[in-house]
Nanobody
Framework: QVQLQESGPGLVKPSQTLSLTCTVS??????????WSWIRQPPGKGPEWIGA???????YYSPPLKSRTSISRDTSKNQFTLQLTSVTPEDTAVYYC?????????????????WGQGTQVTVSS
């Protein structure tokens, strides 16, 4: 029943901030033991977990991206967001929002229980 939908600009200029929103339906982002992730897949590469926000509002970030990543939420809209700063062309990817039932592990971070359809984001001037 849970559905996720990404939204945001498809083109971002280098050095700017990539901002995406995930709208969740069929479930509450505040549900205990649920975690809401951002995952990306660059062209020709495998998926990369970016980070997550838990039902309590706690956040978790992939170490290589932590310094540039911020995940937040708007519980009144049942939405969570991704902000990735100082982007370069290497950040070009399909970006997905996702949901996990239970804690995220190395084995499950790129195999969530729920996927959004994904949105292409290109970093280019």
């Amino acid at each position: 029943q849970v559905q996720l939908q990404e939204s945001g600009p498809g083109l971002v200029k280098p050095s700017q901030t990539l901002s995406l929103t995930c709208t969740v339906s069929g479930g509450s982002i505040t549900t205990s033991n649920y975690y809401w992730s951002w995952i990306r897949q660059p062209p020709g590469k495998g998926p990369e977990w970016i980070g997550a926000i838990g039902g309590s509002g706690s956040t978790y970030y992939s170490p290589p991206l932590k310094s540039r990543t911020s995940i937040s939420r708007d519980t009144s809209k049942n939405q969570f967001t991704l902000q990735l700063t100082s982007v370069t062309p290497e950040d070009t990817a399909v970006y997905y929002c996702a949901g996990h039932v239970g804690r995220i592990t190395a084995a499950t971070m790129t195999s969530p229980d729920y996927w959004g359809q994904g949105t292409q984001v290109t970093v280019s001037s």
